[in-house]
C-alpha cells in the first residue's frame, strides 16, 4: 500500500502543474472531488484509480515506475510484474 499511496501522493503535484482544480480532474476521471481529494493524500485509491489519474494528467504511469529510484529496492518482484501487466491492459 505504501507504494501505492506514493504514486496517489504525486497527482496534486501533477494536476497543479496542468492548471487543473480537483473538480475538473475528478469530472474528467470520473471520480468524486471529495474522492479525489483523499486520493491526493495518500488517504483512499486504487491502482485502478492511479492509472486513470495519470492517464486523464498525460502522464505515463509506467514510465513514473520505471525512472522511480526506489524500483531497484523494490521488495516484491512478483507484485511489480502484476500490476504492470494490469496498468498495460
Known amino acids: ?10 497527482v496534486k503535484p501533477l494536476r497543479k502543474e496542468k492548471n487543473l482544480t480537483q473538480i475538473q480532474l475528478a469530472q474528467k476521471v470520473g471520480i468524486t472531488q471529495g474522492y479525489l481529494s483523499l486520493a491526493e493524500r495518500g488517504r483512499s485509491g486504487d491502482w485502478g484509480t492511479v492509472k486513470k489519474l495519470y ?9 513514473t515506475i520505471i525512472a522511480d529510484n526506489n524500483l531497484q529496492d523494490f521488495p516484491q518482484r512478483k507484485k511489480l510484474r502484476e500490476l504492470i501487466d494490469f496498468l498495460t491492459r
Open 1 to 10: 500500500m505504501q507504494v501505492l499511496y506514493s504514486y496517489l501522493r504525486r
Open 55 to 63: 492517464k486523464a494528467l498525460g502522464v505515463s504511469l509506467i514510465d
